[in-house]
């Protein structure tokens, strides 16, 4: 069996281009926070206004549920990690509830998991994620309207909504 030249040259490119982009990696521009690490002043946000941002409104879906448990150990987790640069109260009132009441849960759920913790997004467990979304769901005052516990289950974040209110 004959094999092209082109063939063997195409797969020792891509053999050696896979190995080549595992080398010498650095973290995005090149900083590591740690959680020492301390943050300057606030910086004010531009307005653009040729931007276009779509809120999903999701007011018709039933609220999401959680068990007391999931929101208790997402008060450790939350303490633990999300606290070392989370202010106490940042997450917690009139702010989330106006930014998150009647949105998907898996608007939420998707942006704190591919963002958070800061220093290693997406580097805690799944249920650690879903306990820290359990917390604030309790701490911004949803009533979990029947006893189940919320799942890292796409399909039911997105048949399920935030119903908060200000503490």
Known sequence: ???????????????????????????????VLTPAATTGATVALKHDPSAKVILSNASALPAASFLPSQAKRGASVYAETCGTCHQPGQLI?????ELWNDRRVYDFYALVRSTMPLDNPGGMKEQEYIDVIAYLLQANRQASPKPDSLKADTASLRATKIAVSAP
Do not use: D, E
């Open 1 to 31: 069996m004959q094999v092209s030249r082109g063939i063997v040259v195409g797969a020792l490119l891509v053999v050696g281009c896979a190995t080549a982009a595992t080398t010498n990696v650095r973290p995005p521009l090149g900083a």
């Open 93 to 97: 009132g009139q702010n989330f509830v």
